[in-house]
C-alpha cells in the first residue's frame, strides 16, 4: 500500500555562537577576495572551512557553500562587466551546461559517500595545478567560436555544474585554466565568462540541495554577506597584476587547499 508523500525537507538551520560567526566573517572575506581575483565562486576555501569549524559532513559543506557562493560571485561578476572583461557568448554557453550538470550532481550527491567526495576533491585540485603549469596567458586572445568550440564549451560547463552540486564549488577552478588552455581565451575573459557561469548554475544546484535539504542556512549567509566586502576588491587587483603573476598565484591558492583537504581526508573516521 503507498503513502501518500510527505511535506518538503526544510533546510537545516544550525546555532551559531560568537566563536564560530567570527571565523565565518573571515571566511567569507578572503573567499569573496578570491572568487573576485580568480574567477571562481570561492567554494575551494568554504567547503574545507565549513568542515573544519562547524565540524559539519561533506555534503552539508557542499550544499551550504553553494548559498555563500552565490553573492560573491554575482558582484565579482558585475564588477568584471563594468571593466569590459566579460566574453558573453562563451558564457552564455558555459551557462547551458552547467545548469544540467547541477542539477545531476546534486542527485549524486545523496549517493557518493563523504570520504569519496574529499577524494574527488582532492583530485580536482591536482589536475588544476598540472594544468595551470603549462599555462601561458595572452590577455588579449579571442579565439571566436564554431560550432565544435560551442559544444565543447557547453560540455565544460556540464561538468562545472557538476562540481558545483557535488563538492560546493562555483565551478571556476575547473573553467577558468581550460578555457585559458583548451580554448586559447586570455585570462580576464576567461575569468569574467566563468563568474557570469556559474550564477545559474550555482542558482540551479542551491535549489535542488535545498530540497534535499542540504543547506545551513545561517552559516551560508554569515560568509556569503562578508564575501560582498571583498569581492570587488579581488577583481580589482586581477585587472592590475600581470595575467602569468595570476596563473602562479591560482596555481598555489589551489595546492593550499588541495593539502588542506587531503588532511581531512587522510583522517581515520569516528568510531562509533
Do not use: C
Not at 22 to 31: K, Q
Not at 200 to 229: C, D, H, M, T, Y
Not at 255 to 263: N, T
Amino acid at each position: 500500500m503507498s503513502h501518500p508523500p510527505g511535506p518538503p525537507a526544510e533546510p537545516r538551520v544550525l546555532g551559531l555562537g560568537r566563536a564560530q560567526v567570527l571565523p565565518l566573517l573571515g571566511v567569507g572575506l578572503v573567499s569573496g577576495f578570491f572568487a573576485g581575483l580568480f574567477g571562481i565562486g570561492g567554494g575551494l576555501v568554504i567547503v574545507p572551512a565549513l568542515v573544519v569549524l562547524l565540524r559539519i559532513e561533506q555534503k552539508l559543506a557542499a550544499g551550504t557553500s553553494l548559498l555563500a557562493i552565490l553573492p560573491a560571485a554575482s558582484i565579482a561578476a558585475a564588477s568584471y562587466a563594468l571593466e569590459g572583461s566579460i566574453d558573453w557568448p562563451v558564457a552564455g554557453l558555459l551557462a547551458i551546461g552547467a545548469i544540467v550538470g547541477a542539477q545531476v550532481g546534486a542527485r549524486l550527491l545523496q549517493r557518493i559517500p563523504r570520504r569519496a567526495l574529499q577524494w574527488i576533491f582532492v583530485g580536482f585540485v591536482t589536475v588544476m595545478i598540472v594544468q595551470l603549469m603549462f599555462v601561458i596567458p595572452d590577455r588579449g586572445a579571442d579565439p571566436g567560436i564554431d560550432v565544435a568550440r560551442g559544444v565543447g564549451l557547453i560540455v565544460l560547463g556540464l561538468v562545472a555544474g557538476l562540481l558545483s552540486a557535488i563538492l560546493g564549488i562555483g565551478g571556476g577552478g575547473v573553467v577558468v585554466p581550460v578555457l585559458m588552455v583548451w580554448f586559447g581565451l586570455g585570462d580576464l575573459a576567461a575569468k569574467g565568462a566563468s563568474l557570469v557561469m556559474m550564477l545559474p548554475g550555482v542558482i540551479s544546484g542551491l535549489v535542488a540541495n535545498w530540497r534535499l535539504k542540504n543547506v545551513a542556512v545561517r552559516a551560508g549567509l554569515v560568509v556569503g554577506a562578508s564575501s560582498l566586502v571583498s569581492s570587488p576588491l579581488g577583481a580589482w587587483v586581477a585587472h592590475l597584476i600581470p595575467a602569468q603573476a595570476g596563473a602562479w598565484l591560482f596555481a598555489a591558492f589551489l595546492a593550499f587547499i588541495g593539502v588542506s583537504m587531503l588532511r581531512e581526508a587522510l583522517r581515520p573516521s569516528p568510531t562509533v
